[in-house]
């Protein structure tokens, strides 16, 4: 049974940092490239980061480029999402991914082909 599981969601005052993880069981990142979701209220779902782990292959969207990173521990099943100086436009609850390529267009990032997602964590930046 394919599972993604998110955690590490919560509230972060401005400038600080969370890390949020994404269990995935039923395939491993050989099978799918993975990928980082957001949506705000009242916002279209956007992609904030893809990556295929295993040939160590990350893309970022500019929105948040030198700021978030994307890791993932192939023994473990586990996708990272490393966030470091939040912002309150950064406020969303995430969702990782798993689909069958990476797409990458000026600015933005996604999946081709999304076919399982994870339920989603809060992330809340406020002071």
């Known amino acids: 049974q394919v599972q993604l599981v998110e955690s590490g969601g919560g509230l972060v005052q401005p400038g600080g940092s969370l890390r949020l993880s994404c269990v995935v069981s039923?395939?491993?990142?050989?099978?799918?490239?993975m990928g980082w979701f957001r949506q705000a209220p009242g916002k279209e779902r956007e992609g904030v980061s893809c990556?295929?782990?295993?040939?160590?292959?990350?893309y970022y969207a500019d929105s948040v480029k030198g700021r978030f990173t994307v890791s993932g521990d192939s023994a473990k099943n586990i996708l990272y999402l490393h966030m470091s100086s939040l912002k309150p436009e950064d406020t969303a609850v995430y969702y990782c991914?798993?689909?069958?390529?990476?797409?990458?267009?000026?600015?933005?990032?996604?999946?081709?082909?999304?076919?399982?997602w994870g339920q989603g964590t809060q992330v809340t930046v406020s002071s």
């Open positions: 990556a295929s782990i295993g040939e160590n292959i990350t």
């Open positions: 039923g395939f491993t990142f050989d099978d799918y490239a």
């Open positions: 991914a798993a689909g069958y390529g990476l797409f990458v267009a000026p600015g933005h990032v996604g999946l081709n082909g999304v076919k399982h």
